[in-house]
């Protein structure tokens, strides 16, 4: 059975966790804020409408299972979290500070709702591939979602599970990539080129499919209907702005990093308002 | 030592479904038997350590018992960051074992050799290291293990040594075996490195030189208890088949450091921190690199200042 507790108003959702976004990293002095909205839309809908999960029973055996791989934008899974129950509001006004167990990379201890703890980059697929392999092995139903990062795709071992996944045919298995173009210190493009990247994953063995990562009913359809194709994983490649919602923060490389202060802050906050 | 493990594991795995064994493709014939009798409970993941060793978090994290298998630093340093990140953070039950410990696989050249998992295994959290000194500990060691809560790592080698256990004795983790008694030097062992040191043992005996032996195959938890008692003997001697920058004789000496215990005379034999360009078997690279029953005898008698006869 489903247990959605909280809003499907998946555009609201996902305009609450760019504002905690905004507070708990302007506040902490926390970094990443621009990876955190560019998959904050993908989150809202994941967790608005797709995910099999109770935050009242949050280790429940038949729970869908979901990754966050690319650790770093920690924030917006922790407010996604907060907004949907498992955790308390007021443990996000800590995140990245002294104490804290909310850390700037994603981690389970005491987080009720986080499954894996990542950070560094090629671990989440591999493990979700374990997880994957072991409900098929079971006759458990649960599906696994895993969120990528373009830039961690240039680790090695995320091939290694690509590989070992469609070999296996595991199609409980979803590889979200937030595709925003960007990495540290430059773009995608720059860096390490991954295109064609549709074509690799297709070579892989895996269903794909290319969304916009910013429209919700395009996500929304296209993790309404998995497998994507049956016996084959699905890679979804969901195009996204990094830094989306705040015009100053997309699609620079500025803000992967940096945090908003004073009066960056102040507008910040005016244009996610209003979303 | 490795037919002991992987028999033991077969009989695990036919009453306990919950046991998976996954390999980096390696174990040619070694698995065939176990193959046979668990199909269901074997994966073969490729020639990618990080990837199985991710796999197999995974899988603990929704019930099994995963042991991960392969040669020397592939299941071990390859994919360190996995055990650490993975595993070891998330308290899963994946099981480590590493064939080939020390110079086992000498004449494949340094890649092969596994000369520092020790000590830098033995520095993560939440890991429980363990090198079996003898066949009988290798295979009580597998059951030992798959039962212990946690990420494990089992060294084994290509030893034949065996220090029969006592009429209904059992194997603990984190608590050490007294194989011999002697006051005038203290070997403290883990590994198959065993065989040798009993032989030195016997010779030093030859020669009036009574030695005790402990079994230390465990090295995290440490058995504390077991170090300061065979601090007591005139001589404390680690020998491990690993480098003893961190090793086994490192950990001796911090935790009698710590107690504020200092023994009369202290050596550590292992490997000197350096790579071996010269290959060669196993026996011969130990007689090479010092750790031979007649090189461990000779350094224990100058050690005592005793002239062997």
């Known amino acids: ?275 | 030592m490795r037919d002991h493990f992987i028999k033991r594991l077969c009989e695990l795995a036919l009453k306990d479904k919950r046991i998976l064994l996954i390999t980096g493709d390696l174990g040619f014939v070694v698995f065939d038997r176990y193959r046979q009798e668990c199909p269901d409970q074997f994966i073969n993941a490729g020639v990618a350590e990080q990837n199985m060793t991710s796999m197999a978090t995974g899988m603990a994290l929704q019930g099994k018992i995963v042991f991960t298998y392969s040669i020397g630093n592939f299941p071990t340093l390859r994919c360190l960051e996995q055990i650490r990140n993975d595993a070891c953070y998330h308290g899963a039950n994946v099981k480590i074992i590493a064939v080939g410990g020390g110079f086992s696989y000498g004449s494949l050249g340094i890649s092969h050799h596994a000369t520092e998992d020790i000590a830098i295994l033995r520095a993560l959290p939440d890991l429980t290291v363990v090198s079996p000194c003898g066949l009988w500990e290798a295979e009580e060691m597998t059951e030992a293990v798959a039962y212990h809560p946690g990420t494990c790592y089992m060294r084994l080698d290509k030893s034949f040594g065996n220090a029969i256990p006592a009429p209904g004795e059992k194997l603990k983790i984190g608590k050490a075996r007294k194989l011999r008694d002697g006051n005038d030097c203290s070997f403290i062992v883990c590994g198959g490195i065993l065989e040798e040191v009993e032989k030195a043992a016997d010779m030093l005996n030859a020669n009036g030189i009574k030695s005790a032996i402990y079994s230390l195959h465990t090295i995290s938890p440490l058995d504390k208890e077991a170090i300061y008692e065979a601090a007591l003997s005139s001589a404390v001697v680690t020998v491990e088949e690993h480098t003893i920058s961190g090793g086994l004789g490192s950990a001796v000496a911090e935790t009698l450091m710590d107690a504020g215990i200092h023994p009369s005379r202290f050596l550590r034999i292992g490997l000197n921190a350096c790579f071996s360009s010269i290959v060669g078997s196993q026996h011969y690279l130990r007689e090479r690199y010092g750790l031979s029953a007649s090189k461990i005898t000779a350094r224990v008698s100058e050690l005592l200042n005793r002239s062997l006869q």
């Open chain 1, 1 to 275: 059975m489903a247990h959605s507790l909280w809003t499907d108003n998946t555009k609201e959702l996902a305009k609450r966790i760019r504002i905690h976004v905004l507070n708990m990293t302007s506040k902490g002095g926390g970094s990443h804020i621009a990876s955190s909205f560019s998959q904050a839309d993908i989150l809202a809908v994941l967790y608005g409408k797709i995910l099999n999960v109770d935050p009242v029973n949050p280790s429940w055996p038949e729970r869908d299972r979901f990754i966050l791989s690319k650790g770093h934008s920690s924030a917006s899974v922790y407010a996604v979290l907060a907004e949907c129950g498992f955790i308390d509001h007021k443990l996000l006004d800590q995140h990245y500070q002294d104490g804290s167990i909310l850390s700037g990379h994603v981690s389970h201890k005491g987080v009720a709702g986080v499954e894996i703890s990542t950070g560094s980059l090629g671990h989440g697929l591999g493990v979700g591939t374990g997880m994957a392999k072991a409900a098929k092995m079971d006759n458990q139903k649960f599906r696994v979602f895993v969120i990528m990062s373009d830039g961690e795709c240039d680790e090695g071992s995320n091939w290694e599970a690509i590989l070992f996944a469609a070999h296996h045919k595991l199609d409980n298995l979803v590889a979200i990539v937030d595709y925003n173009k960007f990495q540290s210190l430059a773009s995608v493009s720059e860096t390490l080129a991954l295109e064609p990247f549709a074509d690799k994953w297709k070579a892989f063995g895996w269903a794909v499919k290319e969304i916009d990562g910013h429209d919700h009913d395009a996500i929304s359809n296209a993790l309404s209907a998995l497998p994507e194709t049956a016996g084959r994983p699905t890679a979804i490649i969901a195009h996204t702005t990094k830094g989306k919602g705040v015009s100053f923060m997309e699609n620079s490389v500025l803000w992967h990093y940096r945090f908003a202060r004073g009066a960056e802050y102040d507008a910040a906050l005016k244009e996610l308002e209003q979303l």
